[in-house]
């Protein structure tokens, strides 16, 4: 084995390291209920951006 640029000379796992294998989730995470904060929240937000385009004659 070449010495590695971080001048080790047996390679190090950075440099010599396997190939990564891909790691399958077994099920897809679900999207939570949105709670009744958070419409609120993005109702407000929505109204913010609509007044700020206003305001800007946009």
């Not at 080790?8 to 990564?20: E, Q, R, V």
Request: aromatic share 2%; proline share 5%; hydrophobic share 30%.
């Amino acid at each position: 084995m070449a010495e590695c640029k971080h001048g080790l000379k047996t390679g190090c796992s950075y440099c010599h390291a396997s190939a990564p294998t891909a790691v399958r989730s077994s099920a897809p995470k679900k999207r939570a209920r949105t709670s009744p904060l958070g419409e609120k929240m993005n109702d407000r937000m929505t109204a913010l951006k609509k007044r700020l385009r206003e305001i800007r004659g946009e």
